[in-house]
């Protein structure tokens, strides 16, 4: 089965319970907004091979901008443009752990319709049970903000749990949000640290230096 059919097979058996959770799209990108400014998102991305594809969830705030600096409304936005991100993989059985590659985590679509939806059901069931338990975690911005430098620093498991991005962008991120709660002390600690750990991000410098001069 080719991508495409199996987009529109997306479209019957797996968007409408999407909809149910407050999620919308139609077949591969999904985005659900909240009133704690997080942003949900969902992408069933396919192998550019064909036969597979992967769910990949991401988290973002309404009152930042992406990686490059964008800005975008709900309605643009999409997991590549998240800051959090974390793939939902199925769980392989005890043979595969152990004799298979992680190419054998991805959903493949199968030969016949049958297959696919067989395939979708269980992308489906694994969203609503792992994928929701994921979103659950950003419900109020002191999640956020209680992350610590030193959290940062050892890479905690908490962090890794959330797919939070890397140790300078991460606290760009939670200085940026303690700025937009008027957090501004805090906000510049932050913001001093990526700035005395920059290394070769040098990108990040007028970010970083712009919070430190009492701007987002």
């Given amino acids: 089965m080719n991508t495409k059919d199996f987009r529109k097979l997306i479209r019957v058996y797996f968007a409408p319970k999407l909809h149910e959770v407050g999620f919308m799209g139609t077949d591969h990108h999904f985005v659900k907004t909240t009133d704690n400014h997080f942003i949900y998102t969902l992408v069933i991305q396919a192998d550019k091979s064909g036969g597979s594809c992967v769910m990949e969830m991401g988290v973002h705030l309404d009152f930042l901008p992406n990686s490059i600096g964008e800005f975008k409304s709900s309605n643009e936005i999409t997991t590549y443009d998240c800051e959090f991100r974390k793939r939902l993989n199925k769980n392989p059985n005890w043979f595969k752990r152990f004799f298979t590659v992680e190419r054998e985590r991805w959903f493949q679509y199968g030969e016949t319709e049958d297959d696919a939806i067989v395939t ?83 990108g990040l410098i007028k970010d970083f230096e712009g919070i430190c001069r009492g701007r987002l």
Avoid: C
Avoid at 132 to 160: C, G
């Fill in 120 to 202: 979708i059901h269980e992308m489906k069931q694994l969203f609503l049970h792992q994928g929701m338990t994921y979103f659950s975690q950003f419900n109020d911005l002191r999640v956020i903000t209680s992350i610590s430098l030193a959290e940062i620093i050892a890479r905690s498991k908490k962090i890794e749990n959330f797919g939070a991005p890397l140790d300078l962008r991460l606290a760009l991120l939670i200085a940026r949000t303690h700025k937009f709660l008027g957090n501004d002390r805090v906000a510049k600690e932050y913001a001093q640290w990526g700035l005395n750990n920059i290394g070769k991000a040098k």
